[in-house]
């Protein structure tokens, strides 16, 4: 009897530890954002930098780590302003499951294990994911109380890992990783600040300003049209030739296009109705547009 009570103990502990974890590192957000990294880096693999598992591996492990570290150390920050939010006030430090101490300790070895991981694949890639959590944790999250302005800043760590697959194939930062940047940092605004709205009453518990304007109205919408628009524009840029080794053919371009029209219907479908249901549906458009653009992209390369 006191053996199966001992058994069914380690097995919730076993199971509260992997929930925590995965709640501290936000492992949903993580993998998609590593996603981005080896989408990234199947577009920059070619004859001079040959495909390696072993570097798709470790990009994925490290590139976790990365996330999970940032999402670790902004939990630690924002655990006061947690507990006043419902979507964040369960998260393992603010709900008392995990102590500060050892969510510290969590970031810390992420960062360490993350960073050494990336190294091993060149300098720069460790760099990049260095910067990433730099800005992410010391600028980006402190901003969330001050100024909307933070949702600028964020973009810049937020657009790292598309370009950081890029990197770690090719250990170079030209005009493909610019680019690749360049794609992802104007997707941010829309995507972000469509969460900002349909959450505004929520981040408002906690003080953050994560809309242009600071409210609901149509400049803020407005300007969600005009990021989408420049985000197309972007996406399309590898098509005109002028993008290096990153090209994307005429049949992909026209993809690519279709796809921005679809999020700027949503986009304008916000500005139109200014309703939460209408900003949760854009950012559910965006996160698919992300997805579906780099697949477009590879399917490209590898079709042609």
Known sequence: MKAALSTTANNFSLKSIYVDFR??????LAISVVFSSVAGYLLGFDD??????????????????????????????????????????NRPVPAGRMSVNTAFVIACLLTA?????????????????????????????PLKT???????????????????????????FGIEAGTLFLIQFFWQFP?????????FDDYKKAGFFMLPTGKKDKSTATQIILYTIWL??????????????????????????????????????LYNSREAKAARTLMLVSVSYITLLQIIYIADKFLR
């Not at 709640?23 to 949903?28: F, L, P």
């Not at 060149?122 to 600028?139: C, D, V």
């Not at 995507?191 to 959450?199: E, P, R, V």
């Open 23 to 28: 709640e501290i590192t936000k492992a949903r």
């Open 48 to 89: 001079s930098n040959p495909f390696s598992w072993n570097v798709l591996i470790m990009l994925f492990i490290g590139g976790y780590c990365m996330v999970g570290a940032s999402n670790a150390f902004n939990q630690i920050i924002e655990k006061d302003l947690d507990v006043l939010m419902d979507r964040t006030k």
């Open 113 to 141: 294990v993350g960073l050494a991981i990336l190294y091993s694949i060149n300098p720069k890639t460790a760099m990049f994911g260095a910067i990433s959590i730099f800005l992410y944790t010391s600028i980006y999250t």
């Open 146 to 172: 001050k100024t909307p302005l933070s949702v600028f800043v964020g973009a810049f760590p937020g657009a790292i890992p598309f370009m950081l697959g890029w990197v770690a194939a090719t250990n170079e």
């Open 191 to 199: 995507h972000f600040w469509a969460i900002g709205w349909f959450l």
């Open 232 to 269: 197309i524009v972007a996406s399309l840029l590898p098509s005109l030739g002028y993008t290096g080794r990153l090209f994307i053919t005429p049949y992909a371009a026209v993809a690519v296009f279709l796809l921005g029209i679809w999020m700027l219907v949503y986009a304008f479908k």
